[in-house]
């Protein structure tokens, strides 16, 4: 017995992909019902999920955020336009 799944995706991704599994000799039906038995096998996704750790810049961008918010003297504004005519625009 079978059932239809519908889903949505980037045109760009679907087309891409698409071709991967061509080549491959499979459809994306067959590429799809592949990841859905190997969920179960697994009991979980297939592959690692992870967020990489932010390098050096990232660390140094989220460090001098953090200051500026906790700065007493960094003058904060209510709004956008607050901003704006702040920066007279």
């Given at each position: 017995?079978?059932?239809?799944?519908?889903?949505?995706?980037?045109?760009?991704?679907?087309?891409?992909?698409?071709?991967?599994?061509?080549?491959?000799?499979?459809?994306?039906?067959?590429?799809?019902?592949?990841?859905?038995?190997?969920?179960?096998?697994?009991?979980?996704?297939?592959?690692?999920?992870?967020?990489?750790?932010?390098?050096?810049?990232t660390l140094a961008a989220i460090e001098e955020g953090?200051k500026i918010a906790n700065d007493k003297n960094t003058?904060?504004y209510n709004s956008v336009d607050d901003l704006r005519?702040?920066?007279?625009?």
């Amino acid at each position: 017995m079978t059932t239809n799944l519908n889903i949505r995706t980037d045109k760009e991704i679907k087309e891409k992909s698409d071709k991967i599994f061509s080549e491959l000799g499979l459809t994306m039906t067959s590429a799809i019902n592949m990841f859905l038995r190997a969920t179960i096998r697994e009991n979980g996704i297939p592959f690692s999920l992870k967020i990489d750790n932010p390098n050096d810049v990232t660390l140094a961008a989220i460090e001098e955020g953090k200051k500026i918010a906790n700065d007493k003297n960094t003058k904060g504004y209510n709004s956008v336009d607050d901003l704006r005519k702040a920066l007279d625009l």
